[in-house]
């Protein structure tokens, strides 16, 4: 079979090589991937940001979809022919996170998707929502269940109540899909007004144009009549941080999950306490959490946002595309 090795840095020198296909053992299953999506994350680490330790030769990308060709002996939640995607924590079953279920982590220190055939434990696998295809599959399990695990997993975010969006990448725009299921108000920011014409379509009841308005966060607390948002969905990093801590209601919740513009330390103490603000670290999700979420997106038949799909074999061009900050939603590959 194919895969793609990073054996040194860079988006360029990925290796694509002859690797033997693997057979599942006791408990184990094999699948062949049918498609493969990209995460800001998997940009860090091919380009050595994110991890300059790693072990290599490692196959990167944590999120695949793909077809059940095979279960070893002892499986019992799948067969051959099955629709599955891989889990971003194989070792996160359920409850609440530990240094142990978090360590090994697909495409980060055990290999990842971006190879025809893989074996997975069948503990690190889900059923596919009937009503997606591979590629949308693809997309649900770091970004789909990140923003769901921010709005409705430690916490339950009711209807009526308002979340801030950042940007329309990947986490935010499954923030904005599943915040509209379920009868939140959205406030979305964006650099650019055709991404921002883009989310009104997909139900943002407020847009912001961040780069025409810097001060996006006092924006946001007029369009809440002075109060600030009940929830921050926080992937800017250092740069939004204090405009977050701004823009949040007192007792709002902000989940802090990216760093786009960084990882300078540059949160204020005093305006958490003074605000009572609660701040969750969000780190995408259990296999229990991808459950529930699935069964959200089947119920609500929300569909993820592709902005495009490129051959498995383009993943350098996929990768560049991800790193021009062009594309809105989700970038796939399929195999
Ligand atoms: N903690 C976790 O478990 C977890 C899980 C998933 C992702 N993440 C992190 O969350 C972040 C987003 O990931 P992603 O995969 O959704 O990324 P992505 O799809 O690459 O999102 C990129 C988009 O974010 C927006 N953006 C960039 N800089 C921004 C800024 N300073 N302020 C506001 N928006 C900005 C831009 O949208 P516009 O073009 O519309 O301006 C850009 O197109 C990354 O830092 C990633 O590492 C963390």
Redesign the pocket.
């Given at each position: 079979m194919k895969a793609f090795e990073i054996q040194e840095f860079g988006i360029d020198k990925l290796a694509l090589v002859d690797r033997e296909t693997p057979r599942p053992g006791p408990g184990e299953v094999l699948v062949r991937l049918k498609a493969a999506s990209l995460?800001?994350?998997d940009y860090?680490v091919v380009g050595g940001a994110y991890n300059p330790n790693l072990k290599r030769p490692l196959v990167p990308l944590s999120d695949g979809a793909g077809v059940v060709e095979e279960a070893g002996p002892g499986v019992t939640h799948f067969k051959k022919g099955d629709r599955v995607m891989s889990c971003f924590f194989p070792a996160w079953l359920d409850g609440p996170p530990t240094p142990e279920t978090v360590k090994p982590a697909l495409g980060g220190n055990v290999d990842g998707v971006l190879r025809e055939h893989a074996v997975f434990r069948e503990d690190g696998l889900v059923h596919t929502p009937k009503n997606l295809s591979d590629e949308e599959a693809a997309t649900l399990p770091?970004?789909g269940l990140?923003a769901w695990h921010a709005l409705f997993e430690n916490i339950l975010a009711q209807p009526g109540e308002t979340v801030l969006l950042?940007?329309?990448?990947?986490?935010?725009i499954f923030g904005l899909q599943f915040a509209h299921a379920a009868g939140l108000r959205t406030i979305v920011?964006?650099?650019?007004d055709q991404?921002l014409e883009r989310a009104r379509k997909l139900g943002a009841d407020e847009v912001i144009n961040?780069k025409k308005t810097p001060e996006w966060d006092e924006e946001v607390r007029k369009l809440t009549a002075g109060q600030g948002v009940d929830h921050v969905i926080e992937?800017?990093?250092s740069?939004?941080i204090p405009r977050s801590l701004n823009a949040i209601r007192m007792q709002g919740t902000i989940s802090v999950?990216?760093?786009?513009?960084g990882v300078e330390p540059t949160i204020s103490p005093s305006r958490i306490l003074q605000k009572s603000v609660r701040v969750q670290g969000?780190?995408?999700g259990s296999q229990a959490m991808f459950k529930r979420m699935n069964h959200a997106v089947e119920f609500h038949k929300i569909k993820p946002v592709i902005d495009q799909v490129f051959p498995w074999t383009e993943a350098k061009e996929a990768l560049r595309h991800?790193e021009s900050?062009r594309?809105f939603g989700k970038i796939c590959l399929k195999f």
């Open positions: 995460n800001y994350r860090l770091c970004a990140t950042q940007g329309t990448g990947g986490v935010s920011t964006s650099s650019s991404k961040y992937v800017g990093g740069d939004t999950i990216g760093i786009l513009s969000i780190y995408v991800m900050q594309h």
